[in-house]
């Protein structure tokens, strides 16, 4: 066994032994994946579609598409009428203009259709161009040095709103004058954008909104001048520079939040009365159809009370609407507000029931109807009806692990699967849901996007991706289950087996896990980031591993009572789930009980320390990576929400902390970290390399100069999975 005092040793060592497979020749029939095939090559990414953007009249839409085999970008129009597809823009259209856009490099995958429908908008790095679709001709919007972002049309076309030097400003189409909206904007004053943690936690893109009639922009103010700045250290450059973020950290200090709405025409700000408690959270924003109120969401700093507010934009006085509590666990954020009748009722999600679904309340905050209810979740809402008084959503009413398209009357009656075929259907709807299009996938088969009426109707296959090269790979469909722990508690899990599986054969397992909160693993879909992790674990199980999850208590899909039963507590209940699979594993008759690893990512990360660590005796190999390793520091939203505050909650913080186990390490246990990860910092890793060392316990490490926590690039994705290959090979 290696000590921590040889790590260097044994980072040369394990480098020195990673094997590169060569990727497979284009002249040769693929018929065995390699880490160069997954990550060093195009050949089984298939074509990306995003961006989908309905026209104004419902008649079509727009969306980007990269096509992995010439490494071109377009921007297509499909024809709803003539059910056929031209491309507006690509590659080589705009470097026919290389001279107009004086040599600027588009964002294509960013493209913003105008309301109108006639313009696309475009930015480059520091400006904004519009492309005239009927001309085909470019208008360079502005023209400096700082960075033009986050642009938005007005409802009309005519204006587009966009952030410069922490300030909102607004340009005229057609005369090009370009006016400031507000001033106050500096580096510690937010003015139109999130901070970091509210970008992270909450998903906020975009921290300002036109009002529907286009005169008035709302807005996010955040002042974190009295957030902690945390240290981002670039150690390759021989003078190391230091970045410094606004980050705070569980129980310490977040943005003052005020929300405003600027005047459009005399660029007067009035604050809406969010109350005298600063200390909360305002995780959405969203005009009601009358232009003249906010609806504004107020989250407590526990994150256990959320109360809708209607706020009058002219005085700036609020009302509340109606309050969702929780005595025992967190609220979740949910985006399926939707105003309908011009602003007289609205949907709502809640999980109040124990499980998510839709209600439909008047605007005095009176429930009309439960639209859905049941053992099951709804995912998201897709679109409303107010025609035929249909409600169109994602759920889990067929199976925990897929996501299919049903929808039901605004009485709450009639309730009706749309989508057919075992898997994961994502959906993109027109404003009138006269058709949707499906996004089909499942874990070995990527997105094929299909055009269906509202009724689930084939139409058109818009894209359908046949991705030849996995047609010749021996990939086996995951083996979806559910198993009863030792407590009682039905799990779902699924196991890959290798392709020439021989029940007789005692096979290794390599578990995979994330296991926090608002997301699941257990999920009959296909994983179309950079990681790629599907195709990297049937690469492995083509090496003679079973590849087995589960969703622990913790993660979504199953109801509030299986994801908060966690609640301020971490490294528990969480932990026993996993013991509980691996005691199921050991029970199969193929499965060598000796021989599990598990291996995870962020969350994932976390808890492959803590099994390694407290489940010592069940896990022999694991592989961390980007682990937190102390809650205490992480971010305040997160870990607040799921934890409590740490002055109220200690003895939680400690017994979920790793660093408190150090000692328990019995197995091989390889940690993985990007230094310049702002998410997940690589004081983690630090403070748990110290507890190693204090116990002269031996581990492994890599560590990756310049890398955030998705470690971004090719080369080092390659590299990095080879090196998760090797480990894997070598210790399970």
């Not at 059910?83 to 913003?112: H, P, V």
């Not at 021996?474 to 407590?487: C, H, I, R």
């Not at 004081?683 to 560590?703: H, K, V, W």
Request: hydrophobic fraction near 35%.
């Amino acid at each position: 066994m290696i000590k921590a005092v040889n790590i260097a040793v044994l980072i040369i060592t394990v480098l020195s032994s990673v094997t590169f497979a060569a990727c497979a020749d284009k002249t040769t029939q693929v018929n065995k994946l390699s880490v160069d095939l997954i990550y060093g090559s195009a050949a089984l990414w298939g074509k990306t579609i995003t961006g989908v953007q309905w026209m104004p009249d419902d008649n079509g839409f727009t969306y980007y598409e990269l096509d992995p085999s010439n490494n071109q970008s377009y921007i297509w129009y499909y024809n709803l009428k003539k059910l056929e597809k031209i491309s507006l823009l690509d590659n080589q259209k705009i470097t026919e203009f290389d001279t107009q856009l004086a040599g600027a490099q588009l964002n294509l995958d960013s493209y913003i259709l105008s309301p109108t429908g006639d313009e696309l908008l475009l930015s480059s790095d520091t400006d904004l161009f519009l492309y005239d679709i009927k001309t085909s001709k470019f208008k360079q919007l502005t023209r400096d040095q700082a960075a033009e972002t986050a642009p938005q049309f007005s409802p009309d076309g005519t204006e587009i709103a966009f952030l410069k030097d922490y300030n909102i400003y607004d340009i005229d189409i057609v005369s090009g004058s370009v006016v400031q909206l507000t001033t106050q904007g500096t580096q510690d004053l937010l003015v139109g954008q999130a901070d970091w943690v509210y970008g992270e936690e909450f998903s906020i893109d975009t921290g300002f909104i036109w009002s529907p009639d286009g005169r008035h922009i709302a807005y996010y103010q955040m002042d974190q001048s009295a957030v902690p700045i945390f240290p981002i250290i670039d150690f390759i450059p021989p003078d190391n520079v230091v970045q410094n973020t606004h980050y705070p950290r569980a129980g310490e200090n977040n943005s003052i939040v005020k929300i405003g709405i600027v005047s459009v025409k005399d660029f007067s700000t009035v604050w809406m009365d969010i109350g005298s408690n600063t200390d909360i959270y305002i995780p959405r924003i969203k005009w009601m159809p009358d232009s003249g109120s906010l609806a504004i969401q107020r989250l407590n700093r526990l994150q256990d009370k959320l109360e809708l507010l209607s706020a009058d934009i002219q005085t700036g006085k609020t009302r509340i609407i109606l309050t969702e509590q929780n005595a025992s666990g967190w609220i979740d954020i949910y985006d399926d507000l939707t105003f309908i009748q011009g602003g007289k009722q609205f949907i709502w999600s809640s999980n109040r029931s124990g499980y998510k679904h839709l209600y439909l309340y008047n605007i005095d905050g009176i429930q009309v109807q439960q639209l859905t209810s049941g053992k099951w979740e709804v995912d998201d809402l897709v679109g409303i009806d107010e025609e035929n008084e249909l409600a169109y959503f994602r759920s889990t009413e067929k199976a925990s692990w897929e996501r299919h398209l049903y929808s039901v009357d605004l009485t709450g009656s009639g309730l009706r699967q749309i989508t057919q075929g075992d898997g994961w259907h994502t959906i993109s709807m027109p404003a009138d849901c006269s058709c949707y299009l499906d996004f089909f996938c499942t874990y070995i088969q990527p997105n094929k996007v299909s055009l269906y009426s509202a009724e689930g109707m084939p139409i058109d296959v818009v894209e359908p991706n046949d991705v030849a090269e996995l047609q010749n790979l021996d990939l086996v469909k995951p083996e979806f289950l559910t198993f009863v722990s030792d407590e009682g508690v039905e799990l779902p899990a699924f196991m890959i087996k290798p392709p020439d599986f021989n029940p007789a054969k005692k096979y290794p397992v390599l578990m995979y896990t994330y296991g926090g909160p608002a997301i699941q693993v257990v999920c009959d879909q296909w994983e179309d980031d950079a990681r790629k992790r599907n195709l990297w674990h049937e690469m492995m199980a083509q090496e003679g591993y079973i590849i087995f999850t589960l969703d622990n208590r913790d993660t979504i899909g199953r109801g509030r009572d299986f994801e908060q039963a966690v609640y301020r507590q971490w490294g528990t209940l969480d932990i026993q789930d996993k013991i509980a699979g691996v005691k199921y594993l050991q029970k199969l008759p193929y499965v060598d009980g000796s021989r599990i690893g598990i291996w995870g990512w962020s969350h994932g990360g976390y808890l492959t320390c803590m099994c390694m660590l407290k489940a010592a005796d069940y896990f022999t190999t694991g592989i961390a990576v980007a682990p937190p390793t102390d809650w205490l520091n992480y971010d305040t939203i997160y870990t607040e929400r799921y934890m409590g505050l740490p002055q109220e909650n200690q003895e939680g913080y400690e017994t979920s902390s790793a660093l408190n186990y150090a000692d328990g390490l019995k197995g091989k246990l390889l940690i993985i970290h990007g230094t310049a990860d702002d998410n997940v910092h690589m004081s983690n890793t630090m403070q748990m390399i110290y507890a190693f060392e204090n116990g002269r316990q031996p581990f492994d490490l890599m560590i990756y100069p310049r890398k955030k926590h998705h470690m971004d690039g090719q080369d080092t994705k390659v590299h990095l999975f080879n090196l998760m290959t090797d480990y894997i090979k070598r210790n399970l």
